[in-house]
């Protein structure tokens, strides 16, 4: 069976510091990967989606990027990071040609 | 231009009673819905889904209805539990000849089941 992890759970940053999210699903191959961001009183907002190594398409402007080294490891990232970038985030994979979209445990990201 | 909506930001019913979660969208060219289930500090987890070509889909205590002349779908949950307390999200997504576009999410509605 397929699982997706990510990590650090928690992470408490001081503003203009840098960031790093990891990511990595076993049990497919060549997933589609996302990354989202729940900020609080919002809704999921997809922030980047890969399709493939080193495929990365953003949705939103903002001082996040992401990459993949591997194909199935995602990572999200920041040189400095902003008080607004707090807010919970979410990995998630889907099959390449599937519709439903599975998330990974989130990790809680607060600015400070 | 939010294309994905949940008007509702809390529910509160009942246990034993039914609970129903409504969503609206705009775009027409949604062809696939989905229903997310969310609990504190965890990632959501797919609850059920409905192709356009449908209009019902049932699965054990949840059944998705889709209206697609009023672009409305809702969630039943019967009977109601207190474990179902958890924010829902919508999702829709188009198919781009054959390639299923991103999933387009709502703002997720709060349900609380009260014992």
């Known amino acids: 069976s397929q699982t997706i992890h990510q990590w650090p759970a928690t992470l408490v940053q001081p503003v203009g510091s840098p960031l790093s999210l990891e990511c990595t699903v076993e049990g497919t191959s060549n997933p589609n990967l996302y990354w989202y961001r729940q900020a609080a009183g919002r809704g999921l907002q997809l922030l980047f989606y890969?399709?493939?190594?080193?495929?990365i398409s953003s949705e939103v402007p903002q001082n996040l990027s992401a990459s993949r080294p591997q194909d199935r490891q995602f990572i999200l990232s920041s040189k400095k990071l902003l008080l607004s970038d707090s807010g919970f985030y979410l990995c998630a994979w889907s099959h390449g040609s599937g519709n439903t979209i599975y998330f990974g445990e989130g990790s809680w990201l607060t600015v400070v | 231009d939010q294309q994905v909506k949940q008007n509702s930001p809390s529910l509160s019913v009942q246990e034993g009673r039914i609970s129903i979660l409504n969503c609206d969208y705009t775009n027409s060219m949604f062809d696939y819905f989905l229903w997310y289930k969310k609990y504190p500090a965890e990632g959501p987890t797919f609850l059920i889904s409905i192709s356009s070509i449908k209009d019902k889909n049932e699965d054990g205590r949840f059944t998705v209805f889709l209206n697609k002349s009023a672009k409305h779908l809702s969630l039943h949950i019967v009977p109601s539990q207190p474990g179902d307390s958890a924010v829902y999200f919508c999702a829709a997504s188009v198919n781009y000849g054959g390639s299923q576009g991103n999933l387009i999410f709502g703002k997720g509605t709060k349900l609380s089941v009260k014992p």
């Open positions: 890969s399709v493939g190594i080193g495929q």
